[in-house]
């Protein structure tokens, strides 16, 4: 595997260590994620390339994560930066599920929605939300980010996390609610 040239461009060299470190580490999680959204080679590389440019940007949020947020962080990333090139070259969006394929059960979700639907019953509900919702719900409940942790994952305001947050709790509400749970 060929290291980025823009890695060599960190002039701090600890910084180009830890960035060199997760792209060897995530290059394959990054590269499947932005395939299986774009479903085209050539962009799925420019997401990932893309992506570690954006990354770059954020060295010193991103060596305050745990392995959790790390991984989630860069998740989201990729997603949100192939969806871009896709809209950018006018094409269908074809959003993953991958986000959600290794949760597990030990995360902290509400309690008072997990007594009645079940981690599974939750899951499948968020599953079924528009994908910038699935986000917000999977950063704040199954990766534990508080709101400005978002924002800057998703580059917006912390007070729209909150109103993003509370609609799309309702969203799963409704979805939960639907289904008798």
Known sequence: MVLPIVLLTIENEEDRLFMEGLYLEYHQLMYGMALRVTRSNELAQDAVSDSILALIQKISLLRTFDCNKLRSYIVITVRHTAISLLKKDKREVVAGDAAFEDLSDGYAVDERVLSRAGVEGVKNAIRRLP????????????????????????????????????????????LLGKEGL
Do not use: T, W
């Open 131 to 174: 994908q910038r919702e699935q986000d917000i719900m999977m950063m704040r409940y199954f990766r534990e980010m508080d709101d400005n942790e978002i924002a800057d994952a998703l580059g917006i305001r912390p007070v729209s996390v909150r109103v993003q947050l509370s609609r799309a709790r309702r969203h799963l509400a409704e």
